[in-house]
């Protein structure tokens, strides 16, 4: 159980765990309360209790300030917020709330730290803490590195337990009754003789009394929604297709808009002519924007077909054109003068090489769109000095300084309200699409615009997750793996992503070598190099970021090293694995998969071991040889987040993990000619389909002590462990993704 205190009304001191760090940087600034965004503008018997709950006439709302992309994150911040609060689930409304510091996200700060997850000494826990103190320092308001969860936990029930005790302080004021005598049931206080006053009948009055100053958390014991299943409150909505996303947006006088820029991306427009764009039936207005023209019509599809209209004269590539030159560039990146950071040295690697029996490897993996089955879109309205957007964003104070700082316009007299998004994956963590709306609005102002990219749009100025390399040596020793020695070159996601929030990080990219690096094998030499790549095209965190690569180039070599020691596969690992709750993870996974069995003629199985953003994960793949291709045909998932807070939800983010990473393995690419990337829709970025889909089969484990988030982990293991298995099926072992340029698959 957990206390806190010192809660102010209008202000909220959000949880302990993180003022640890606050001692070394800027304790009396991260001391400061941070202002309830809530209060303004309530009226008369509306409350607001913390930032995370308000009551007025209508019920209880509670705010999810975490995106939900589809990894039911609304639901399980209002799981977490009403396991205190003590409100039924089928009374909970939900908001995502207006952008604000109250909502900082310092989690996924701390665990971007260079220390493994499995590291919990003095120094590593003061880091993680640092991180913390940055995130609230920064008002950083994001949604990645699978952080709502291990954020939240702490926070939201204190969210929720502060506004219960309010709510029964408010009762006590009404009733002349004490608060000892009460308690708290499906969404009312529950006097001594059985009376209910509902939350709604208490507001304003709760509104008048000072927050609680210190709360209980409710033991587990006590849970009524966490640790078991949940019904996620949009699903409803999603299954019956009713759930409006951005796209969906409309608005009396709405007009509707589109963009075309430069398809080589960051270069420049030397010129076009939009005369018969100009004339198309339904166009309003041809506006020039950076980087290209946006067209502003009576409807989408009108917008669209003028902007095709448009005759653009292009400039050229700020990066090298041609798919041949950016691996180059890519390999060129293995020299000391680029090396970025070597946070794992361990033993005597040059002297172990120098043996001899030196067994190397080289690596590939492409470029990656996101790929979202929504476009980029925005819906803006400038007005009398105020701006209004609607969107789905990741990181909605990030876009909000970048509009203020772009147009001049006050901070205060933006409004981001925040839409339900339809995949991402990390490409909304950007905002030009954004900013591209907010310059139509400046052009065409008093009227609401939609505009809304092109699939093409958005296929060719994805932000991609970036091309890595990796040279790989290692020696086997009497059965055993002795030495590892992986180096990876890639660009740095953080600095090209920070870069265009106007910010730079210094240091080494953790990115580069996250999955890699952080391994919990003890091999007796090893050592993990990280190589920067020089800025080529624009790149950005895709799920899972650098642990969505590295896990085929980790799992990939070290399977080589294993067998080439005639050991097997698993057995391997777990001699190798150093921390007992990523050990339990293997065993799991073995005892799924029936390891060992024999698998017939034609058929093998393949594992891979991955631990990124804190969590353990092993993956067991079985394939079978057909006439047609490979055929998958099922995989084992053990994973370990320390608490499972909604089993049903896990097992579906593990499996939307998998699939998502087998997909990419199988078939995707992004490929560049002339500047332009040659996948422009999804006949040329096909996914899995669901004859291709195997048999998932999942189990939860919970001996990690810290509470972890799953929408991004079982992804890094996927393909290694599909790799591995079609080279024990075939004995081709494949260093290349995609795989299908390579063997052929069912399809």
């Known amino acids: 159980m957990s206390r806190v205190g010192k809660i102010a009304r209008r202000t909220f001191l959000i949880g302990s765990a993180a003022i640890v760090g606050g001692v070394a940087f800027g304790f009396y600034q991260y001391k400061k309360p941070i202002a309830n965004p809530l209060l303004d503008g309530l009226t008369d018997g509306e409350a607001a209790l913390t930032p995370y709950v308000r009551i007025d006439a209508d019920g209880v709302t509670i705010i999810t300030p975490r ?16 396991e205190e609060l003590d409100i039924a689930w089928q009374d909970i409304k939900v908001d995502p709330g207006m952008p604000s510091p109250a909502y900082f996200n310092g989690a996924v700060l701390g665990e971007g730290m260079p220390f493994p997850a499995t590291d919990d000494g003095f120094v590593a826990t003061n880091a993680r803490a640092f991180g913390h103190v940055l ?39 009404q009733t002349g009754q004490s608060v000892p005598s009460m308690k708290t049931e499906d969404g009312a206080v529950i006097l001594a003789d059985g009376t209910r006053i509902s939350y709604v009948d208490l507001a304003a009055e709760a509104a008048n009394v000072t ?14 929604y966490l640790g078991k299943d949940m019904q996620r409150i949009d699903i409803v909505a999603k299954s019956t297709g009713t759930l409006p996303y951005g796209i969906d947006m409309e608005m009396d006088g709405m007009v509707y808009a589109t963009v075309r820029t430069n398809p080589r991306l960051g270069g420049t427009v030397l010129g076009y002519d939009d005369s018969e764009a100009k004339a198309a039936r339904g166009v309003l207005k041809v506006v020039p924007i950076t980087g290209g023209a946006g067209v502003i019509a009576d409807n989408t599809w009108r917008a669209f077909a003028a902007a095709e209209m448009i005759s653009f004269e292009w400039g050229p590539a700020p990066y090298p054109a041609e798919q041949d030159a950016l691996w180059e560039a890519v390999g060129a990146s293995f020299t000391n003068e680029h090396q970025d950071s070597q946070f794992k040295d361990e033993g005597d690697v040059e002297a172990d090489l120098a043996k001899g029996d030196v067994l190397e490897a080289t690596y590939r993996i492409p470029y990656l769109a996101h790929a979202p089955l929504e476009p980029m879109n925005a819906t803006v309205l400038l007005k009398d000095g ?8 990741q990181a909605p104070t990030f876009a909000l300084a970048k509009i203020a700082k772009t147009f001049g316009i006050e901070a ?29 609005a400046v052009a065409y102002p008093n009227v609401p615009i939609k505009m809304t990219w092109t699939r093409e749009e958005d296929m060719t100025h994805d932000f991609p997750r970036p091309m890595q390399m990796s040279h790989a040596s290692g020696r086997v020793e009497d059965g055993k793996v002795a030495c590892f020695d992986l180096g990876i070159a890639a660009q740095s996601v953080t600095a090209s992503q920070m870069g265009r929030a106007g910010m730079s990080v210094p240091g080494p990219d953790i990115a580069i070598v996250a999955g890699a690096w952080d391994q919990p094998y003890a091999i007796p030499n090893y050592r993990v190099t990280g190589y920067r790549v020089p800025e080529l095209l624009p790149v950005s965190s895709w799920r899972s970021v650098g642990a969505s690569g590295n896990g085929f180039l980790h799992e990939g070599f070290l399977d080589e090293l294993i067998h080439a020691a005639g050991a097997d596969p698993l057995q391997e690992r777990l ?9 339990k993870v293997l065993e799991a996974v073995g005892e799924m998969s029936n390891w060992g069995a024999k698998m017939g003629e034609g058929r093998g199985r393949g594992v891979a071991f991955n631990l990124s953003f804190g969590v353990p994960v092993a993956e067991v793949v079985e394939v079978t040889q057909t006439p047609d291709g490979i055929k998958i045909d099922k995989v084992f998932v053990a994973a370990d987040v320390g608490r499972v807070l909604d089993p049903i939800n896990f097992e579906n983010q593990v499996q939307g993990g998998v699939i998502w990473g087998l997909s990419h393995a199988i078939m995707a690419e992004l490929t560049y000619s002339d500047g332009v990337a040659d996948q422009n829709n999804f006949d040329g970025f096909e996914a899995m389909r669901l004859f291709q889909a195997p048999e998932i089969i999942v189990r939860g484990l919970e001996n990690g002590t810290k509470i972890r988030g799953i929408g991004e982990p079982a992804v890094p293991p996927a393909a290694p462990a599909l790799a591995n298995a079609i080279f024990a099926a075939t004995g081709q072992r494949i260093r290349e993704l995609p795989l299908y340029n390579h063997i052929d698959f069912v399809s």
């Open 67 to 82: 995106t939900d992309m589809g990894q039911g994150a609304y639901s399980i911040q209002a799981a977490m917020v009403a």
């Open 211 to 224: 927050l609680v100053q210190e709360v209980t958390l409710r033991p587990e014991t006590e849970w009524k």
């Open 575 to 583: 001699r190798l694995c150093s921390d007992d709750v990523s050990r």
């Open 386 to 393: 105020r701006l209004d957007v609607w969107t789905g964003t």
């Open 412 to 440: 205060e007299n933006i409004f981001l309200h925040a839409l339900s998004v339809g995949g991402s994956f990390g490409r909304r963590l950007e905002d030009d699409f954004i900013v591209q709306a907010v310059e139509l």
């Open 135 to 173: 995130g609230k320092l920064l008002g950083v308001q994001i949604t990645g590195g699978s952080s709502t969860v291990p954020d939240g936990y702490e926070k939201l029930r204190i969210a929720g337990a502060v506004a219960r005790e309010t709510l029964k302080a408010a009762a006590a004021v």
